[in-house]
């Protein structure tokens, strides 16, 4: 064991032993709540040996399972690890593992997929039952016992509060991030809910460590392991002229006045798709922006750097390994730009409206008329989960939602005529992208949206198809308002479920 | 003309005109922003005199229509009378009329179906084009040209800013309200936008009066005409079940320690059963209630007489004519305990969020994974639209939604395999409640959400074909986290459309 030099309460100390003891502390039943968001500042030791444990259990013959609770997406060392073994009686509230997202679909693991700004509360407010034990990766412990917050902070303040037994991880890896972070201590339950003094989104309204009872830290393990290695693809030729789609929509608002030149806030979904708004955003004609958002990728980084973006404000600072180097290369220079909140700050309605975030994420599809499904393919199987996309599109100024115009080479439209499932309905989504082109919603009835759609937003092998579906359920008259042949909606998904084209295409 | 002893300003005394010559001041193609909010506060005279004019045009060959802009439903007088000589190019942002609703569903009628939250907000920022007339009711015009607003408040504020020209009715016959009203001018455009400082459902924390530039007033006209007399049904059967399962699992809550025993400010959605839950709450156990929303109804006018209600905050006062001579006994006394406010602030995410409201609202039909339709009838037909229930249910502390287990005679189920529109998704609904039980979905997986939907709330008559359903979804393995068969998701209603009984049942 390395000399604990990051472990500088002493009580603490004497809690200090091994991935497998502390999870040996762990019981069948337990809800357990884990650090850890878009794959950085999760633990990176107790989960893997918590696997180990169940795994052994279940060959004695022994039922072994717990509740996972995070503050996002974690990493396969986690969520791989835990699901492998079917360990996970139910996982909340968002994940995008394949071992996971195969348990879930396959019905052996449930899955609640909620906002990821209703996580606290529904916890403090004991909506979704007892936090039995935390599991919370930081980057080391003061002298006094408060704790250094590593590179996420999700829900670990709430966590740490609301937890009998916690389990801490100092992570002598973890990047110097001290006084980086700002920890709001001054959420209460109605009715003694105030309002949240952030007006700003680079203000500090809170604290730089964590606060937690040293008495309930039932162990400390070290660990020296880096976050996941988030890898984005090279912007590709959909995401650029989606990105460009987007920056001359943004160009005319300013230019009619509908938004400052500084732009509004940015809030930036997760993937490829995001990243490369992002780098678009670094040849496009504007200053001094800001970002108030969940997760800080490499291109918001790369927008700090060049000083396009002013500040940025999240809940987790996910980089590939390069940007990763570039960020500890200027730590100072980045460190007084960045502000890591917990994420019922970061996704806080009452924030989210009140700067005007400009809201930006992924889709799995949109329908003609508008609702936006994020979440299940054809329906029924989760890809991911909402995330924190209502909790910004709901509350936004302007709610944006982007997708390329098809999946699977062709085969699929992500433009169909009813949504399969929806996440954000056709009230909350004001702008779709895709690499064909853009749809300003505002201001339209469903049947122009339908057009709108169709025309800016389709492939041309789908658009053919989707102009006859509305032309016929016009025609049909059971209904001009949002005309719809109920007995055809999904006829695209069955055939995409059957492995065949959508709208019987002959195969590409 | 009597003698005009509301209008008290010599400027706008000047102004005092007939109906017939305020409408001849608006011009096809405006957008005309009216008063008026479920059925209360609108203008009187205007709309029909504007619709006489708008079928003499048409009889004359010549196009005419106009953008109606409202608070929320107003009354035949309006809706009715413009939609009745195709005079409404679009409509935003709720309404209730069957004319109009038989209009927009022929497609002869544009409609626009937001938050009503985001009204003021999309029109000061210009994005649903510009406002050219208001044309609102007030209760009175003081000597220095301030406004006593009326029975409601809706988005007159905005109207009466944003509007290049202002037509004001003063109805004498409205109640005198004079000091209930709280109009809040410290709403700002990000990137300007502070906290709002409302912390108790009944601060007050604005004006009592409207401002309004008297140089864009072009038309005063008198009128002497009551508000709609919203006639509630007495409290049937079904809907006192569903009050009384409600109030059980408030009291069950209180008891588990999640609730304050005064409960936290209640919403209460518009309609009967809206209705019947208030008068439920006559004879419930819960003491020093408040109420945070949109429209005060009968039932609880009546909590508030009986003290059961400490106080009310709203935007329109809804009454049946007994409950209004009530109101008007009692005046001082209600006076002191309602507090009306502009929608955006009735309906603002930041205070519903701060406060913890608990929202309860119809709906249409609810399928069994907790996905909520408010709006289309089998997809394609709108009823009303979604109101303020989005707001309400989105930021809520608890968002609950009832309807009768059945509607047209057992003829078809409100609860659905799939709904046919989505307005609330599965991440914003946490009880559903029917006359045959409470379904409380918080910390429940899709799955599991579907045995409690089908087994408390689905009529007996359903039970046994939804639990089929699932379990045929179940075993198909296209995805076991939302199991649906998607060829036949729909066939329901496909059947109800057709004149049938849901689920291919003999005919009762
Ligand atoms: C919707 C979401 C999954 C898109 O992610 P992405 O990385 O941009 O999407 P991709 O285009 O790479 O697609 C991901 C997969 O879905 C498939 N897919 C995409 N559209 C599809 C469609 N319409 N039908 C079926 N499959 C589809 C892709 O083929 C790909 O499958 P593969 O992994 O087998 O290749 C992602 O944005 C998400 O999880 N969003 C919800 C949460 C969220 O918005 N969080 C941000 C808030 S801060
Ligand atoms: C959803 C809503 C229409 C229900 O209103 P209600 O008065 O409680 O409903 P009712 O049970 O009287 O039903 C209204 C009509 O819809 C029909 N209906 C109800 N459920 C139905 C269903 N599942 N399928 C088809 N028709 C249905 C009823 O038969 C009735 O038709 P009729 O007028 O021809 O008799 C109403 O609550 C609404 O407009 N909600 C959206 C706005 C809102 O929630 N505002 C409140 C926020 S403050």
Redesign the pocket.
Known sequence: MTEPSRVLNPLLRQRLMSADAAAALIRPGDNVGMSGFTGTGHPKAVPAALARRIAQAHRDGEPFKVGVWTGASTAPELDAALAQVDGIELRLP?Q?DPVCRERINAGRMEYLDIHLSHVAQFVWSGFIGHLDVAVVEVAGILEDGRLVPAASIGNNKTWLDQADRVILEVNAASPDLEGMHDIYYGTHLPPQRMPIPLVRPDDRIGEAYYRCDPAKVVAVVQTNAPDRDTKFSLVDDASRRIAGHIIEFLQHEVKKGRLPRELLPL?S?????ANAVMAGLQDAPFDNLTAY???LQDGMLALLKSGKLRSASATALSLGAQALAEFERELDFYRSRIVLRPQEISNHPEIVRRLGVIAM?????ADIYGNVN??H??GTRI???????GD?ARNAWLSIFM??ST??NGA?S?IVPMASHVDHTEHDVQVIVTEQGLADLRGLSPKQRSQLVIENCAHPDYKPLLRDYVRRALESGSGRHTPHLLQEAFNWHLQ?QAGERMGGLPKA
């Open positions: 968002y995008s809030q979904g997760v993937g490829n798709i958002t969940e997760v994420n992924g889709m799995i599809e994020s979440t393919v054809h890809m991911n989960g909402i995330g924190g996309s910004f997708t390329p999946a699977k699929i992500c995409a």
